[in-house]
């Protein structure tokens, strides 16, 4: 079965500082795999998504992920966090195991951003 | 370009009332999708639909009702509202459902409360 885990339900930073949000993937199949965020009283909206090619992956708002096959992780970086990254951030899996795409999200990861 | 429209933004019901959510999209997106969101548990599929007029159970079905007689429309019905039903629901949409790196669309949410 597909799993999504993610490590840390809240993380605290101060402006300026670098953003590590872990997560970790159980997947029988190769998966895609993906980050949204969540401002308060919004829907979810895409960072950024991995499909099988470059294993580094870049997205909006100078976030990025690295795809490791041998510790089954996707994590979330950012050199330098900005106030209005405050935000919850979903890890998420697909898998396309019955001919239709299969998503299981994380439990999220609360950002705190501190001046 | 509005995306995914979600009505209403906020809803209070008393225990046996039932109420349709509404979802539309103007993107011609094939897959639409429900989903409620919990403290602590991330988001979790209740329905979807692939096309017009083919709609599945997701991972949480039980009390709700879909159908999607349009492209562009997908509304959730809860036919007798219980106090297990108070959450955040998020409607989603993306271009194909059979293609990995497609990715979802939110709406911004209704948040339900049941008495």
């Known amino acids: 079965a597909q799993s999504v885990t993610q490590l840390d339900s809240h993380v605290s930073v101060s402006e300026g500082t670098p953003v590590l949000l872990r997560c970790n993937y159980s997947?029988?199949?190769?998966?895609?795999l993906f980050w949204y965020v969540q401002h308060p009283n919004k829907g979810l909206q895409l960072l950024l998504k991995?499909?099988?090619?470059?294993?580094l992956v870049k997205g909006i708002n100078g976030f990025e992920a690295e795809f490791k096959k041998s510790e089954t992780s996707f994590h979330l970086t950012k050199p330098s966090a900005h106030m209005s990254d405050a935000a919850e951030y979903f890890c998420?899996?697909?898998?396309?195991?019955?001919?239709?795409?299969?998503?299981?999200f994380g439990t999220g990861t609360r950002l705190l951003v501190s001046p | 370009n509005a995306g995914v429209t979600q009505t209403p933004k906020f809803q209070v019901l008393k225990t046996g009332q039932s109420m349709t959510l509404q979802c539309a999209q103007d993107m011609n997106h094939e897959y639409m999708s429900w989903y409620r969101q919990d403290p602590g548990m991330g988001l979790r599929l209740i329905h979807y639909?692939?096309?017009?007029?083919?709609?599945d159970q997701g991972e949480v079905p039980n009390g709700y009702n879909v159908s999607r007689s349009t492209t562009e429309d997908f509304p959730l019905r809860l036919l007798s509202a219980a106090p297990s039903q108070t959450s955040v629901y998020f409607c989603?949409?993306?271009?194909?459902?059979?293609?990995?790196?497609?990715?979802?669309?939110f709406g911004n949410g209704t948040r339900l409360t049941v008495t």
């Open positions: 989603a949409s993306s271009y194909s459902a059979g293609q990995w790196d497609s990715p979802l669309h």
């Open positions: 997947s029988s199949y190769s998966p895609s």
């Open positions: 639909s692939v096309g017009a007029g083919i709609t």
């Open positions: 998420v899996v697909r898998t396309m195991n019955t001919g239709f795409q299969k998503l299981v």
């Open positions: 991995y499909t099988s090619a470059a294993t």
